[in-house]
């Protein structure tokens, strides 16, 4: 997935809990995308945060930086 449309993605959930206040918002923006993103989105946004952050809500920025590291996915049972 492209960054551009994860950085929206992130944006948009932001501002859904900005009105929580910032100590309340940021667990729960964070809680938001591990539970619902899946592995590649989340290898993806972390990514563009270590490369700066460009385009992301000050809000989105700081929760996406208390996400847990994304376990690499196992091989397929029987794979070699």
Not at 38 to 45: E, K, T, V
Not at 59 to 67: F, G, S
């Amino acid at each position: 997935m492209q960054h551009d449309k994860l950085v929206m993605m992130a944006n948009q959930i932001a501002k859904f809990f900005e009105s929580q206040g910032e100590v309340r918002a940021l667990p729960q923006i964070t809680k938001h995308i591990e539970d619902f993103w899946d592995p590649r989105m989340r290898r993806g946004i972390v990514a563009h945060v270590a490369a700066g952050g460009a385009g992301l809500d000050p809000l989105a920025l700081a929760a996406l930086k208390n996400l847990k590291p994304v376990q690499p996915s196992a091989p397929p049972v029987g794979a070699p």
